[in-house]
């Protein structure tokens, strides 16, 4: 294990903000079509379970398994985590979560060796993004299953001006491999946020923006609108949120155990059942206003990223552990989002 500092990470920051790497323009990539709509909604799992394994299991199978995911694809799959500091789970995503959807991927026919791990850790304390890595447990995933991994300060870069951005005039830089990527999965932990107010699947964009980027995005103005439109800078295609645990307050210690997996493959709709999960949680700051009244998605929904509406999401629940108070959790799910 590499200790990893405040000061040490920020001198790899301030570095890469002096040195910025190159991202030459390239064509902005229309949105991959929505690979598990059904009757035009968005399908998100809701899994109660008693461990995260057979959880995300039950979650990937009430989605309709990953062949539809891995069908037709030649390229490579890239995960990405939200290893913004080497904390364990909850702050950080849990490796045996990003081990059960990459065995799943394998299951389904695809080879280990085409999925990348990809990810920059945060400035506070979490560059070189390399060690965090390590410190966190998903290196000893990728080198166990053979996979790749892509530490995105260390990688080429490509900036893409999507149709709908107005708050990025100079564009958004995105890791190429994030850019080439035929489907992107995303593995996002729950918690509130000092700026954004919750930290879900849209906000783990933040941790594809080189530091040029990073301080655009926290110079003070727009924060929710900037976020947002990093989502028009490509396109992700399952995610999985493990909540059986979710911090619900600004420290780490503040822990709630709602033993749920949620898996999506639209940010939006996936997000906004994690938020109601988090307010029915009594979350810091989600609970202040309406889930469906939060910045995030009033703007997402209007530049056509998916809608937190229930009446326009597919919910599907399954519950592992037979546990009584599950049924009413769901109920206060769907009533948040009706709208």
């Not at 570095?15 to 998100?44: C, I, M, Q, T």
């Not at 990405?80 to 394998?106: M, Q, S």
């Not at 990025?168 to 890791?175: E, L, T, V």
Request: proline share 6%; hydrophobic share 40%.
């Amino acid at each position: 294990m590499v200790a990893i500092t405040h000061e040490s990470s920020m001198a790899v920051y301030n570095r890469l903000l002096r040195y910025p790497p190159e991202g030459p323009l390239v064509p902005s990539k229309p949105s991959r079509p929505d690979a598990y709509a059904f009757n035009g909604k968005s399908v998100v799992a809701l899994v109660r379970c008693g461990n995260r394994i057979k959880g995300i299991k039950e979650a990937i199978s009430l989605m309709g398994g990953l062949e539809p995911l891995v069908e037709g694809v030649d390229g490579e799959i890239l995960i990405k985590p939200n290893c913004n500091t080497d904390d364990p789970y909850p702050r950080d995503t849990h490796p045996e979560t990003v081990r059960t959807v990459v065995e799943a991927l394998i299951r389904a026919g695809f080879r280990a060796d085409k999925i990348v791990l990809g990810e920059t850790s945060g400035r506070a304390r979490g560059l070189p993004t390399r060690h965090t890595l390590e410190n966190i447990g998903m290196k000893a995933v990728v080198d166990n299953l053979g996979l790749q991994v892509a530490c995105f300060e260390e990688e080429e870069w490509a900036t893409v001006k999507p149709p709908g951005s107005s708050y990025w005039p100079d564009g958004i830089k995105i890791p190429r491999k994030v850019y080439e990527a035929e489907r992107v999965i995303l593995a996002p932990i729950m918690r509130p946020h000092s700026t954004a107010t919750f930290t879900i699947s849209m906000k783990l964009a933040v941790g594809m923006l080189d530091s040029v980027g990073r301080e655009w995005l926290h110079d003070g103005e727009d924060h929710h609108e900037k976020l947002v439109e990093l989502n028009l800078a490509y396109s992700a295609d399952l995610i999985v949120a493990d909540a059986t645990q979710i911090i619900t307050g600004y420290s780490p210690s503040v822990v709630a155990e709602p033993r749920v997996i949620v898996a999506g493959s639209n940010r939006v709709a996936t997000d906004a059942v994690c938020v109601a999960l988090m307010k029915l949680h009594g979350a810091d700051r989600v609970s202040d206003r309406p889930v469906l009244e939060h910045g995030q998605f009033t703007f997402a929904r209007g530049l056509g990223l998916g809608s937190p509406l229930l009446a326009d999401i597919d919910l599907r629940t399954s519950d592992l552990v037979g546990d009584s108070r599950f049924e009413s959790l769901a109920s206060g799910i769907e009533e948040e989002l009706r709208g």
